[in-house]
């Protein structure tokens, strides 16, 4: 197979405005750079594929977006750690910047990525919100660092498995509605000890319990949209695609 980078013009541009300042980009797995099973253009370190390939596919993020720092990868754990860009230790579910030129990523494949931006554009950052994260706090902990005295947020919820696709069992349910009952409006029954799950619904239950309400969503669905994005419930083994944020001057 040839092997071929691709161009920025064929990533996700979000439709979110939150400040002139801030700048959001979603990859995916279009372009001929990495071959089977991770087809197309992998970003993740830890999914089988060669260390050195995924190196040179995110320095080709980083050449692409221009920015004056690398983006700061992650070491993501399904946790609710959030690290400030640039912290050395990068075992952590989400980063944060209140500085320009400093991308803040996470990387997903079914997950949901979490952007959030100050609405004076003065700090942005990126969390990975698994169901574990969501449920034990990823969300309150990025709102907590990037907006400590309350400071009005605005948030988009990038590409991620949609209800009819994510079936959990009795157990995920039973934890989110122990941490809050309003959950149960975002679970469908699934036949016996099964359940659909809206992994975006209760991220927005989250948000709002957080007093965030400016919230933006592309409704993308990485198992449904089996040409453009990764997916692990639907490949198994596969790649990781990257949810960017950054603040330019």
Not at 22 to 45: D, E, I, M, Q, Y
């Amino acid at each position: 197979m040839a092997m071929a980078l691709p161009d920025r013009k064929n990533w996700l541009t979000p439709d979110w405005r939150p400040h002139p300042r801030v700048r959001a980009l979603v990859t995916n797995r279009h372009g001929k750079f990495s071959p089977p099973p991770w087809h197309g253009f992998n970003l993740g370190s830890n999914c089988g594929d060669d260390l050195e390939r995924v190196a040179q596919a995110r320095a080709h993020v980083h050449r692409q977006i221009g920015s004056e720092k690398p983006p700061h990868w992650l070491i993501q754990i399904h946790g609710v750690r959030v690290v400030r860009f640039g912290d050395a230790d990068r075992r952590a579910d989400g980063a944060y910047t209140s500085r320009s030129g400093e991308p803040c990523v996470v990387l997903t494949a079914d997950c949901l990525p979490v952007l959030m931006a100050r609405q004076d554009g003065s700090a942005v950052g990126a969390f990975h919100a698994g169901w574990r994260g969501l449920l034990d706090g990823i969300i309150e902990q990025g709102a907590g660092q990037l907006a400590p005295a309350g400071e009005p947020l605005s948030v988009w919820l990038g590409p991620a498995i949609c209800q009819r696709c994510y079936q959990v069992g009795d157990e995920v349910r039973a934890a989110f509605l122990n941490h809050d009952p309003a959950a149960a409006t975002q679970f469908l029954a699934d036949g016996p000890g099964h359940w659909r799950m809206d992994l975006f619904g209760l991220a927005r239950q989250r948000l709002q319990a957080a007093g965030i309400t400016e919230v933006q969503s592309g409704d993308l669905c990485t198992h449904c949209l089996q040409n453009d994005y990764y997916s692990y419930r639907r490949d198994g083994q596969t790649g990781r695609f990257a949810t960017l944020i950054w603040l330019k001057d």
